[in-house]
């Protein structure tokens, strides 16, 4: 992070201004009458028993960073599910669409969340619960485009994963190789690191490395930002350049507005000072907003371009039948078992915890009451 140059992506006006106006720069009128749809998933495991705060923290910070990039509260009514219903539970995802309006330009955004990631011991479901709602987007459109009111098709497939990875860990989990490897065909993956205040900016850079060459060793194809054009300004060029220097964004999300320097600002409060979320030498947070603004058009695009198109002749190939999600190479279910074995793992180390916590306190009744340790 020591290359960062602030003034590249500091809010173009107010702070809390997300941008997207600009977005008509990339796109012809007709798009710009009708506004933007665009899809995002939010996928990340639950932390594990060893990371847990004692306020029972588990979340990577999906919905706070969600809400802190569109400075919209899309979750007012979310219920954190109980540690003895986690680990029976199986994903779910929740879409959330909210229109945003900049200087008349709209932006019909859907936040596919998907709560309970990672959370059940058998992963496998969680994985064709994510890959058969990714591919009924793509079923539902293709079924509108052969249709007869092609003019007014909505366009919910999903044009970018953001796949949270832990900063406790030491770089990527099976689980998030298995996972990220089961849709990098099917749609854009963009690696983001959770919670980057609780790390050093080494500890970051280190990490960062680490899991680059880990996506590299797996062959894991993440959503690559296009070289700027040569006619491009160079300021373009050189925020392209720093923005892929980026990848993955290390990020800091929050819900509260808090006082430093004689401004509000969205930020985290801790004894020795604030970690400002939109502050560019706290974290990467701007960058993100910047790229996923800056490459909306090209998110939509790649996503038409590569991903359905490999969807729709696959269905082709299968004369029409779906598509179906058992076909998992060989690679992918070795991965996934190991992920498995690792989620056993922690069962075995969180019995074994509650074991001893009731040796200690010898109350004995066994209740899954308490934290999810
Ligand atoms: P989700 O389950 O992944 O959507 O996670 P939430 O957004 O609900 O956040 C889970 C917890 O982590 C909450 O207590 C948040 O306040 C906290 N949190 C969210 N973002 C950050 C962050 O960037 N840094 C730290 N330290 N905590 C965060």
């Known amino acids: 992070m020591s290359k960062q140059q602030p003034t590249q992506f500091i809010n173009p006006e107010t ?3 997300v941008g997207f106006a600009n977005l008509p720069n990339q796109v012809h009128r007709k798009s710009v009458k009708k506004g933007f ?9 639950v932390m594990t028993m060893f990371s847990f705060s004692s306020k029972g923290e588990s979340g990577l910070g999906k919905s706070t960073l969600i809400n802190s990039l569109f400075l919209t509260d899309l ?3 979310r219920i954190i599910p109980g540690a003895a219903e986690k680990i029976e539970r199986t994903v779910q995802i929740e879409a959330s669409t909210v229109e945003i309006e900049e200087r008349g330009v709209k932006l019909r955004l859907t936040v596919v969340d998907t709560p309970g990631y990672g959370d059940a011991i058998n992963c496998r479901d969680c994985f064709k619960t994510i890959i058969a709602y990714i591919d009924e987007q793509f079923e539902r459109y293709l079924h ?3 249709g007869l009111n092609r003019r007014h098709i909505v366009d919910n497939r999903v044009h970018c ?3 949270f990875i832990s900063p406790f860990g030491h ?5 998030d190789v298995a996972f990220m490897k089961a849709i990098h065909n099917k749609v854009n993956i963009v690696p983001v690191i959770a919670k980057a205040d609780t790390l050093t900016l080494k500890e970051r ?5 680490r899991i680059l060459d880990e996506i590299e060793e797996h062959n894991i194809k993440i959503y690559h930002l296009p070289d700027a054009e040569s006619d491009e300004d160079e300021d373009f060029k050189e925020q392209t350049r720093l923005l892929k220097a980026s990848i993955p964004f290390s990020v800091v999300g929050s819900n509260q507005l808090i006082e430093a320097k004689g401004k509000k600002v969205r930020g985290r409060l801790y004894p020795w000072g604030v970690v400002e979320v939109e502050n560019p030498e ?3 947070f701007l960058k993100l907003r910047t790229m996923l603004i800056t490459h909306m058009q090209d998110l939509q695009e790649v996503t038409q371009d590569l991903h359905y198109e490999n969807f729709r002749s696959e269905r082709l190939k299968r004369g029409g039948r779906k598509v179906d999600n058992e076909d998992m190479n060989k690679d992918q279910i070795l991965l996934e078992k190991e992920a498995e074995l690792r989620r056993m793992q922690e069962m075995i180390a969180r019995m074994q915890a509650q074991m001893q916590l009731q040796l200690q306190g010898g109350d004995g009744d066994g209740g899954a009451h308490g934290h999810h340790v």
């Open 15 to 17: 702070p809390g201004y």
């Open 37 to 45: 749809e665009f899809t995002l998933m939010v996928v990340g495991q």
């Open 75 to 77: 979750y007012p009514e």
């Open 144 to 146: 509108d485009e052969s």
């Open 161 to 163: 994963c953001f796949y």
């Open 171 to 175: 770089g990527l989990k099976p689980l």
């Open 205 to 209: 850079e280190r990490l960062k490395k």
């Open 282 to 284: 706290h974290n990467d």
